[in-house]
Protein backbone atom coordinates (compact mmCIF):
# COMPACT_ATOMS: atom_id res chain seq x y z
CA UNK A 1 0.00 0.00 0.00
CA UNK A 2 2.66 1.98 -0.26
CA UNK A 3 1.97 3.95 -3.17
CA UNK A 4 -1.59 4.58 -1.59
CA UNK A 5 0.41 6.71 0.96
CA UNK A 6 2.30 8.66 -1.22
CA UNK A 7 -0.82 9.41 -3.39
CA UNK A 8 -2.11 10.69 0.16
CA UNK A 9 0.93 12.31 0.96
CA UNK A 10 1.31 14.40 -2.20
CA UNK A 11 -2.23 15.09 -2.90
CA UNK A 12 -3.03 16.22 0.73
CA UNK A 13 -0.02 17.89 1.98
CA UNK A 14 -0.21 21.55 0.44
CA UNK A 15 -0.72 23.01 -2.91
CA UNK A 16 2.90 22.62 -3.73
CA UNK A 17 2.52 19.51 -3.36
CA UNK A 18 -0.53 19.02 -4.55
CA UNK A 19 0.61 20.24 -8.18
CA UNK A 20 3.33 17.57 -7.51
CA UNK A 21 1.10 14.68 -6.97
CA UNK A 22 -0.72 14.84 -10.39
CA UNK A 23 2.46 14.12 -12.35
CA UNK A 24 3.18 11.46 -9.78
CA UNK A 25 -0.22 9.62 -10.91
CA UNK A 26 -0.23 10.40 -14.50
CA UNK A 27 3.16 8.90 -14.49
CA UNK A 28 1.85 5.73 -12.31
CA UNK A 29 -1.34 5.36 -14.48
CA UNK A 30 0.94 5.56 -17.64
CA UNK A 31 3.23 2.46 -16.43
CA UNK A 32 0.12 0.52 -15.54
CA UNK A 33 -1.26 1.03 -18.67
CA UNK A 34 1.99 -0.24 -20.35
CA UNK A 35 2.84 -3.00 -17.85
CA UNK A 36 -0.72 -3.78 -15.73
CA UNK A 37 0.92 -4.70 -12.52
CA UNK A 38 0.23 -1.06 -10.90
CA UNK A 39 -3.22 -1.14 -9.31
CA UNK A 40 -4.72 1.59 -11.83
CA UNK A 41 -8.09 1.76 -10.73
CA UNK A 42 -7.09 1.68 -7.01
CA UNK A 43 -5.03 3.94 -7.79
CA UNK A 44 -7.81 6.78 -9.37
CA UNK A 45 -10.19 6.05 -6.42
CA UNK A 46 -7.47 6.59 -3.71
CA UNK A 47 -6.52 9.81 -5.68
CA UNK A 48 -10.43 10.91 -5.94
CA UNK A 49 -10.84 10.26 -2.17
CA UNK A 50 -8.13 12.87 -1.21
CA UNK A 51 -9.23 15.37 -3.79
CA UNK A 52 -13.07 15.26 -2.16
CA UNK A 53 -11.17 15.99 0.85
CA UNK A 54 -9.77 19.14 0.22
CA UNK A 55 -10.21 21.64 -2.99
CA UNK A 56 -13.08 19.67 -4.37
CA UNK A 57 -14.33 20.30 -7.34
CA UNK A 58 -11.10 21.71 -8.94
CA UNK A 59 -8.88 18.56 -7.97
CA UNK A 60 -11.64 16.06 -9.06
CA UNK A 61 -11.24 17.40 -12.24
CA UNK A 62 -7.45 17.74 -12.24
CA UNK A 63 -7.36 13.99 -11.05
CA UNK A 64 -10.30 12.69 -13.86
CA UNK A 65 -8.29 14.77 -16.63
CA UNK A 66 -4.41 13.18 -15.51
CA UNK A 67 -5.71 9.85 -14.83
CA UNK A 68 -7.63 9.50 -18.57
CA UNK A 69 -5.04 11.50 -20.23
CA UNK A 70 -2.21 9.06 -18.79
CA UNK A 71 -4.33 5.87 -19.56
CA UNK A 72 -4.93 6.87 -22.82
CA UNK A 73 -1.30 7.71 -24.17
CA UNK A 74 -0.23 4.42 -22.12
CA UNK A 75 -2.89 2.89 -24.09
CA UNK A 76 -1.55 4.20 -26.71
CA UNK A 77 1.95 3.44 -26.06
CA UNK A 78 0.92 -0.04 -25.87
CA UNK A 79 -0.76 -0.47 -29.23
CA UNK A 80 1.93 0.69 -31.10
CA UNK A 81 4.48 -1.20 -29.87
CA UNK A 82 1.97 -4.18 -30.23
CA UNK A 83 1.80 -3.37 -34.09
CA UNK A 84 5.27 -3.10 -34.59
CA UNK A 85 5.91 -6.72 -33.46
CA UNK A 86 2.94 -7.51 -35.24
CA UNK A 87 5.31 -6.47 -38.08
CA UNK A 88 8.54 -8.01 -37.00
CA UNK A 89 9.48 -11.37 -38.06
CA UNK A 90 10.52 -11.86 -34.51
CA UNK A 91 7.70 -10.50 -32.62
CA UNK A 92 8.65 -8.36 -29.73
CA UNK A 93 8.53 -8.68 -26.04
CA UNK A 94 5.60 -6.15 -25.35
CA UNK A 95 3.27 -8.09 -27.99
CA UNK A 96 4.56 -11.25 -25.90
CA UNK A 97 3.43 -9.61 -22.57
CA UNK A 98 -0.10 -8.58 -24.39
CA UNK A 99 -0.29 -12.66 -25.73
CA UNK A 100 0.41 -13.89 -22.11
CA UNK A 101 -2.50 -11.52 -20.62
CA UNK A 102 -4.71 -13.04 -22.83
CA UNK A 103 -6.27 -16.97 -22.23
CA UNK A 104 -7.07 -18.09 -25.85
CA UNK A 105 -11.02 -18.47 -24.25
CA UNK A 106 -11.16 -14.74 -23.63
CA UNK A 107 -9.23 -13.77 -27.05
CA UNK A 108 -11.82 -16.19 -28.70
CA UNK A 109 -14.85 -14.09 -27.28
CA UNK A 110 -13.01 -10.46 -27.66
CA UNK A 111 -12.67 -11.30 -31.35
CA UNK A 112 -16.09 -12.47 -31.68
CA UNK A 113 -17.33 -9.55 -29.84
CA UNK A 114 -15.42 -7.08 -31.83
CA UNK A 115 -16.10 -8.45 -35.45
CA UNK A 116 -19.78 -7.99 -34.17
CA UNK A 117 -19.86 -4.77 -32.67
CA UNK A 118 -16.94 -2.93 -33.59
CA UNK A 119 -15.22 -0.05 -31.49
CA UNK A 120 -18.32 -0.12 -28.80
CA UNK A 121 -16.36 -3.40 -27.84
CA UNK A 122 -13.54 -1.24 -27.26
CA UNK A 123 -15.15 1.49 -25.20
CA UNK A 124 -16.21 -1.14 -22.78
CA UNK A 125 -12.82 -3.34 -22.24
CA UNK A 126 -11.45 -0.71 -19.90
CA UNK A 127 -15.01 -0.99 -17.69
CA UNK A 128 -14.55 -4.57 -17.57
CA UNK A 129 -11.91 -6.35 -15.34
CA UNK A 130 -9.68 -8.28 -17.16
CA UNK A 131 -10.82 -6.99 -20.73
CA UNK A 132 -8.75 -4.38 -21.98
CA UNK A 133 -5.74 -6.86 -22.81
CA UNK A 134 -7.83 -9.42 -24.76
CA UNK A 135 -9.97 -6.75 -26.83
CA UNK A 136 -6.29 -4.61 -27.51
CA UNK A 137 -4.86 -8.03 -28.75
CA UNK A 138 -8.13 -8.63 -30.78
CA UNK A 139 -7.84 -5.25 -32.35
CA UNK A 140 -3.87 -5.97 -32.97
CA UNK A 141 -5.33 -9.50 -34.80
CA UNK A 142 -7.76 -7.46 -36.83
CA UNK A 143 -4.94 -5.26 -37.83
CA UNK A 144 -6.73 -2.09 -36.78
CA UNK A 145 -4.74 1.16 -37.37
CA UNK A 146 -3.56 2.80 -34.32
CA UNK A 147 -6.09 5.66 -35.14
CA UNK A 148 -8.90 3.67 -35.30
CA UNK A 149 -7.88 2.01 -32.14
CA UNK A 150 -7.35 5.54 -30.69
CA UNK A 151 -11.01 6.75 -31.46
CA UNK A 152 -12.50 3.83 -29.61
CA UNK A 153 -9.79 4.07 -26.79
CA UNK A 154 -10.64 7.72 -26.00
CA UNK A 155 -14.08 7.49 -24.95
CA UNK A 156 -12.91 4.08 -22.71
CA UNK A 157 -10.28 5.95 -21.17
CA UNK A 158 -12.72 8.66 -20.24
CA UNK A 159 -15.39 6.07 -19.29
CA UNK A 160 -13.06 3.82 -16.65
CA UNK A 161 -11.52 7.42 -14.97
CA UNK A 162 -14.80 8.56 -14.34
CA UNK A 163 -16.33 5.06 -12.94
CA UNK A 164 -12.94 4.77 -10.75
CA UNK A 165 -13.15 8.60 -9.84
CA UNK A 166 -16.92 7.83 -8.64
CA UNK A 167 -16.00 4.69 -6.49
CA UNK A 168 -13.93 7.11 -4.77
CA UNK A 169 -15.73 9.73 -4.33
CA UNK A 170 -18.59 7.24 -2.71
CA UNK A 171 -16.07 5.35 -0.40
CA UNK A 172 -14.50 9.14 0.48
CA UNK A 173 -17.96 10.84 1.29
CA UNK A 174 -18.86 8.10 4.03
CA UNK A 175 -15.60 9.16 6.14
CA UNK A 176 -14.03 12.45 7.42
CA UNK A 177 -10.93 11.09 7.47
CA UNK A 178 -9.24 10.74 3.85
CA UNK A 179 -6.95 7.42 4.53
CA UNK A 180 -10.43 6.12 5.69
CA UNK A 181 -12.01 6.56 2.62
CA UNK A 182 -8.99 5.37 0.67
CA UNK A 183 -8.78 2.21 1.89
CA UNK A 184 -12.41 2.01 1.71
CA UNK A 185 -11.97 2.81 -2.09
CA UNK A 186 -8.75 0.08 -2.28
CA UNK A 187 -11.42 -2.13 -0.99
CA UNK A 188 -13.82 -1.55 -3.44
CA UNK A 189 -11.66 -1.47 -6.71
CA UNK A 190 -10.35 -4.67 -5.06
CA UNK A 191 -14.17 -6.43 -4.64
CA UNK A 192 -15.14 -5.09 -8.49
CA UNK A 193 -11.89 -6.24 -9.88
CA UNK A 194 -12.14 -9.87 -8.63
CA UNK A 195 -15.68 -10.12 -8.48
CA UNK A 196 -16.22 -11.66 -12.26
CA UNK A 197 -13.09 -14.03 -11.99
CA UNK A 198 -14.56 -15.87 -8.69
CA UNK A 199 -17.86 -15.94 -10.69
CA UNK A 200 -16.37 -17.60 -13.61
CA UNK A 201 -14.87 -19.95 -11.51
CA UNK A 202 -17.96 -21.08 -9.20
CA UNK A 203 -19.83 -21.20 -12.84
CA UNK A 204 -16.74 -23.93 -13.59
CA UNK A 205 -16.99 -25.79 -10.71
CA UNK A 206 -20.77 -25.84 -10.74
Known sequence: MTWVAEVS???????????AGYPSLFLLVFVGALVPVVPTGALVSSAAVVALHRTAPLSLLLVF??????AFLGDGALYWLGR????SRNGSRWLEAIRERAP??????????????????????????AGRIPVMLACLMAQWPLRRFSRGNLPAC????ATYQVIGVLGGSLFEEPWEGVLLAVVLTVVVSAAPGVWRRVRSAG
Open 9 to 19: RTVTSGSAQQA
Open 158 to 161: LAWA
Open 84 to 87: RGMR
Open 65 to 70: VTASLA
Open 104 to 129: EERLAQARGKLAEHGIAVLVLSRLVP
